[in-house]
DNA sequence: AAGTAGTCCTGAGTGC
DNA sequence: TGCACTCAGGACTACT
């Protein structure tokens, strides 16, 4: 579930707690995520400065004073809280579905305890699904990770062009949703933001990618941008009000147009909105505005 | 080479 | 109330 936008929202609420802070301690409760830890994770942190903390796709990337890179990816269940004090405040945007509990402390599998600015902060990975994972890429290496090799434009950025998704596209028999899930083709879109971008362009997600590339192409870019956009917007809102903390705080109300509304009225025309499989995933669509 | 199915994991939801 | 089952999905692997 969390897709750029959840990201970015995780990374502007951990930023504070990270940026030009120290890892005073690294404890690893359960070192078996989605894939294993480096062994010596713990070791290669601990002192290391946090220079910047960014965003490629779906991975947070801390770049440190070691001239090594801490890469995060939340997977699909993967939460950040930050505790000060006994305030544990959660970091995350992914409850766009609906109120989420709160984490499960068996679930805490790591812990970072950071020094300096944000000095006594205490930030928690948890992740009921262990789909998330973390890794320690050496300096230099960042481009060439298995992680990052390949991936497509990050999607908010300039490198992201009408003129490059659709020379993307073309020549691709895949069902456009397909190729929009695929990370090589632009980063950080998931099965959410899909479907929304396919209906915000009134394409069908059945589409062959190919015969996106053109007319279509250019209303999809500029589609995906605007859901993003609009999503991570929200996700600001939401850091808001953690901030604010006064009790009783909402739960984000995120409004999808066809995301998980099988058998709801399209807000555009009032049809019934379908659901589908498409390679195994969930496709919600409108069949009557998109084509 | 590109596309697709299977896999991992746990908790929430559903039906009997 | 409880049990069995399905589903959620990011990204990797293994195939066709």
């Known amino acids: 579930m969390p897709e750029l936008p959840e990201v970015e929202t995780v990374r502007r ?35 290391a400065r946090v220079e910047s903390l960014g965003r490629r796709g779906k991975y947070l990337v801390a770049s440190l004073s070691t001239g090594e890179s801490l890469i995060m990816h939340l997977g699909m269940s993967g939460r950040f809280t930050v505790e000060r004090g006994s305030d544990r405040a959660p970091v995350e945007d992914n409850r766009a579905l609906g109120p989420e509990a709160p984490p499960d402390p068996r679930h805490d599998h790591v812990i970072f305890e950071m020094a300096g600015r944000g000095a006594g902060a205490r930030i928690v990975f948890n992740d009921p699904r262990r789909f998330g994972f973390m890794d320690l890429v050496e300096p230099g290496g960042l481009e060439t990770a298995s992680h990052f090799a390949g991936m497509g434009p990050e999607p908010l950025s300039e490198t992201f062009t009408p003129e490059r998704f659709n020379a993307t596209l073309k020549g691709r028999s ?15 879109v998931g099965n959410i ?14 589409r062959k990618a190919a015969s996106v590339a053109g007319a279509r192409g250019v209303r999809l870019h500029a589609a995906i941008r605007a859901v993003l956009e609009e999503a991570i917007e929200a996700g600001g809102s939401t850091l808001r009000d953690f901030a604010d903390a006064s009790g009783g705080r909402g739960y984000f109300q995120h409004n999808f147009d066809v995301y998980d509304r099988e058998g709801r009225p399209c807000p555009a025309c009032g049809t019934s909105v379908r659901r589908i499989v498409q390679s195994g995933r969930s496709t919600f669509l409108c069949p009557a505005c998109q084509r």
């Open 13 to 47: 609420g951990l930023a504070p707690a990270m940026e030009g802070a120290t890892f005073s301690r690294v404890e690893l409760r359960r070192p078996d995520l989605r894939f294993p830890l480096p062994q010596d994770f713990a070791r290669r942190l601990s002192g």
């Open 174 to 188: 895949a069902p456009i949703k397909a190729a929009l899930l695929d990370q090589h083709v632009v980063a950080g």
């Open 193 to 206: 933001y899909a479907c929304e971008a396919l209906f915000r362009a009134g394409i069908s997600p059945r």
